[in-house]
T-cell receptor, first 117, second 110 residues
Framework: GAVVSQHPSWVICKSGTSVKIECRSL??????MFWYRQFPKQSLMLMAT?????????EQGVEKDKFLINHASLTLSTLTVTSAHPEDSSFYIC?????????????FGSGTQLSVL | LAKITQPISMDSYEGQEVNITCSHN???????ITWYQQFPSQGPRFIIQ?????VTNEVASLFIPADRKSSTLSLPRVSLSDTAVYYC???????????WGAGTKLIIKP
């Protein structure tokens, strides 16, 4: 299947700093990427939909100024957690939509564990 | 929007066939059914996708009855490494509104 690379896989930062997470589709072009947040033992929660060349669409309750999303190319989307606080500590996962073959499938990155001290 | 219901957890033993059923009563005409596997601290991994009847690949089979209100993921001859959380997703291929099930934690015992 298609490969999605997410980096970094693990980051610790001080409260008040910003953290950037990258999501790359390695062997296909993704006009649409998705960003999720997952708390322990819970399902994935969609945060936002990232569209190449346009503004991201945020889910209700997700602060767009807090979680900045940039999708500048067909293979790269970034999520920046600005002025991070301990409550932002979570597992963040990206996915990219592969429409090759007619059926739409999502392929996921390996996730980023963010710990804010 | 479809509401997804799947068992919270299941146990089985190595070498057995495991069937996990997902209920999606309000599935829409354009929706596909997709199953993902997730290990702790990893992103979900695509297992199988289908629209109707039966789909089989090298790791699983997916059975979808004619009314499409449920689907069953079948894992043949499971091993300890199949211990994971399995998510059922129903997706609108047009607007791509994905509805996630809460996940089924599958534990395989020796």
């Amino acid at each position: 299947g298609a490969v999605v690379s997410q980096h970094p896989s693990w980051v610790i930062c001080k409260s008040g700093t910003s953290v950037k997470i990258e999501c790359r589709s390695l062997d296909f072009q993704a006009t649409t990427m998705f960003w999720y947040r997952q708390f322990p033992k819970q399902s994935l929660m969609l945060m936002a939909t990232s569209n190449e060349g346009s503004k991201a669409t945020y889910e209700q309750g997700v602060e767009k100024d807090k979680f900045l999303i940039n999708h500048a190319s067909l293979t790269l989307s970034t999520l920046t957690v600005t002025s991070a606080h301990p409550e932002d500590s979570s597992f963040y996962i990206c996915s990219a939509r592969d429409t090759a073959g007619g059926n739409e499938k999502l392929f996921f990155g390996s996730g980023t564990q963010l710990s804010v001290l | 929007l479809a509401k997804i219901t799947q068992p919270i957890s299941m146990d089985s033993y190595e070498g057995q066939e495991v069937n996990i059923t997902c209920s999606h009563n309000n599935i829409a005409t354009n929706d596909y059914i997709t199953w993902y596997q997730q290990f702790p601290s990893q992103g979900p991994r695509f297992i199988i996708q289908g629209y109707k009847t039966k789909v089989t690949n090298e790791v699983a089979s997916l059975f979808i009855p004619a009314d499409r209100k449920s689907s069953t993921l079948s894992l043949p001859r499971v091993s300890l490494s199949d211990t994971a959380v399995y998510y059922c997703l129903v997706g609108d291929g047009g607007n791509y509104q994905l509805i996630w099930g809460a996940g089924t934690k599958l534990i395989i015992k020796p």
